[in-house]
């Protein structure tokens, strides 16, 4: 069974560019979140997709969007990065989606924005 | 108030030692609960998932929900120096509210 896996592991961006981070679901997950990690923080609950529409979203401007494929892998874009947008980007996965089911976290993408 | 709350230590230990991990929450409706270990640079990793109350027990691991006080803990047993990591408790509501992480280092 393959976990969930992202790209790129490392990014660097300067200040009002755009970035696409990208995710794999675990196998057979049809439901994909983002979080965003900042350093010693917990993570932050960005959005939630299921079935290709989004069905949650935490609080997070516009510039932050998501896309979710039939295949079930997913990508988040950010717009007109800002300083603050430096942070550890965690993607998960679940069969379920609902409060009773488990999330399963990929490794993370490090974006750091000069 | 924070919906969840989770001191974040650090916490250091001697090898073998129990380790006692504690969060507080706010909403007395939520009913899952998941402990997660993240190593530094690392995702998290799912290590309990519990619903409402009592207590759930995996090898050297043993999570519990007291829902009266609103309060979870994870215990680790016999602790040993690869536990050391930050370890982040979560409430399940169909999108994850975590706790700002316990860094734990257990010594040699």
């Known amino acids: 069974e393959t976990g969930v896996t992202q790209s790129p592991t490392h990014l660097i961006k300067t200040r009002g560019q755009q970035v696409t981070l990208r995710c794999s679901s675990q196998?057979?997950?049809?439901?994909v979140s983002w979080y965003q990690q900042a350093l010693g923080q917990g993570p932050q609950f960005i959005f939630q997709?299921?079935?290709?529409?989004?069905?949650g979203r935490g609080n997070f401007p516009p510039r932050f969007s998501g896309l979710q494929f039939p295949n079930y892998s997913s990508e988040l874009n950010v717009n007109a990065l800002e300083l603050d947008d430096s942070a550890l980007y965690l993607c998960a996965s679940s069969l379920v989606g609902t409060s009773g089911g488990a999330w399963y976290f990929g490794p993370g993408t490090r974006l750091l924005v000069l | 108030q924070k919906e969840v709350e989770q001191d974040p230590g650090p916490l250091s230990v001697p090898e073998g030692a129990i380790v006692s991990l504690n969060c507080t929450y706010s909403n007395s409706a939520f009913q899952y609960f998941m402990w997660y270990r993240q190593y530094s640079r690392k995702g998290p990793e799912l290590l309990m998932y519990t619903y409402s109350s009592g207590n759930k027990e995996d090898g050297r691991f043993t999570a519990q929900v007291d829902k009266s006080s609103k309060y979870i803990s994870l215990f680790i047993r016999d602790s040993q120096p690869s536990d050391s990591a930050t370890y982040l408790c979560?409430?399940?509501?169909?999108?994850?509210?975590f706790g700002q992480g316990t860094t734990l280092q257990v010594k040699p």
């Open positions: 997709y299921y079935r290709e529409e989004e069905n």
């Open positions: 196998s057979g997950h049809n439901t």
């Open positions: 979560a409430i399940n509501t169909g999108k994850l509210i």
